[in-house]
């Protein structure tokens, strides 16, 4: 039987995993650590839900409702209450809601008359056609000004990236946002008349797309697709190198009593760069990964924070807050956890989740919990007039968060197509490749099974790569 290693026990690696062993192909997991789930990790204590990394899961394809149907985790499923639709941003040091209308938009004290003036004025601004790469910061001055860059994109792209506008790449990092403009030569245009193509594809933009967790958080997700996979999954299996031989492939990793190897036809590897820029991979005419190393990580602290609810002054009732830059407060931004999803906090308390660190404040990411939670109350105090100590705390250090996709990482993205392409069953998927987003991840996992499962078995009959829901 065919044999697949999967590196990588993250959300990508497992999904990979789970349709590739639905497509009858032998796979093994190999994790480095002694979890699954990679960057999600949700944890229960004391009657609060702790999420240490992503909080939400966007369903922005079919394929993700798909997953969770063939994986049988559809009832545990969990949306958020609608009553928690909201969105703040912080301007002069206030959350204020984001406009979800025209004329909500054209009253909000969020934004100057003449920064509205400037967002109506963006269908007629000149396309640039001449294909030299920007950073977001730069387009969205060009198309919407800069007052729409520093009170809303900055606090979005913190709250996506923890990344810094001026240097992520608009085609890189926010590619439907440079497509709107090829397409349509204007981002309201194209969202107006985008919808429609968008629809024929299935696709839901991520601004309009329903986000979700399940009742014990995100962790359910790995866990119920590490549960399938049963005995494929070895943890503590930190793969070091990958050698190609006539079979396939020899890959090395650290087994229980030290360096063991395992054979199998192919490789998936769904890990981060900068564990693939470590990999020894001994294959004849293969470029060297180690560039990948170069790509930015910055820290980031998540710090869950639970109050009793008389201590807090905000009724808290919406999605949380972004904090743009120059507001000049230390956290990035706050999910209003128990306000999102029912059975966060205990009764009469609340869950604050808040980010710290990111490009904007690299050396606070690391700071001990203490202190962490001590600038945070601080910041919270302004913002949401949070009073006493919290009765909750959780901190979770993220020494290497999220990959940024910076002006020139088209160079990267090259090296892994090449790296694919110089050799024969070697696949790259998930978060440093095909978009952050846990999303984006699942999708890529979903397609990475198909093409490997489309090499290795391309006459058994094809039977379907996804069941019907
Ligand atoms: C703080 C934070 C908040 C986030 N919030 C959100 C959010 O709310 N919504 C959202 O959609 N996304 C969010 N994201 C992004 C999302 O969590 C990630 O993009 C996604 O989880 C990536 O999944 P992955 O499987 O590709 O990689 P990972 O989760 O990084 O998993 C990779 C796994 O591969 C293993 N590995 C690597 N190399 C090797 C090797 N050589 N041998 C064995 N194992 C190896 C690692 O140990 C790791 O477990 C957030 C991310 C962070 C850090």
Redesign the pocket.
Known sequence: MNSVAV????????TAAFYLQRRGLRVAV????SR?????QSVRQDGYLAE???????ETSPLIGQLLHDAGLTPRRLDPDPRAAARYVVRDRRPLAMPGSVPGFMTTPLFSLAAKFAVLKEPFVAARRDGVEESIAEFVVRRLGREFLDHAIDALVSGIY?GDPARLSVQQAFPKLAQLEATYGSLIRGQILGGRDRKKRGEVAKDRAPKFSFDEGLQVLPDGLGKSLGGAVLLG????RLTKTSAGWRVE?SGRSGTAQAEHQAVVY???AF??A??TIDSPGIPNPAPLSEIRHPP?A?LVLGFRREDVAHPCAGFGMLIPGIEKFRILGTIFSSSLFPNRAPAGHVTLTS?IGGERHPELAALPPDELSRITCEDLKVLLGVRGRPTFTHCFF?PK??PQYNVGYGRYRDLMNDLESSTSGLYLA???RDG??????IV??CKVAGRVAQALTPNDGNPPEFSKP
Do not use: F, R
Not at 8 to 13: E, F
Not at 36 to 40: D, R, Y
Not at 436 to 441: F, K
């Open positions: 590196i990588g026990g993250g959300i990508t690696g497992l190999y994790e480095a650590s699954i789930g990679g960057a999600i240490c990394g992503p909080n939400t899961l966007l923890a299996a930190a793969v070091s990793y769904c890990g981060t564990q693939l470590a990999l980031v998540s980010y993220h968060a999220i998930g978060h440093y952050i987003s846990l999303a984006d991840s890529s996992g």
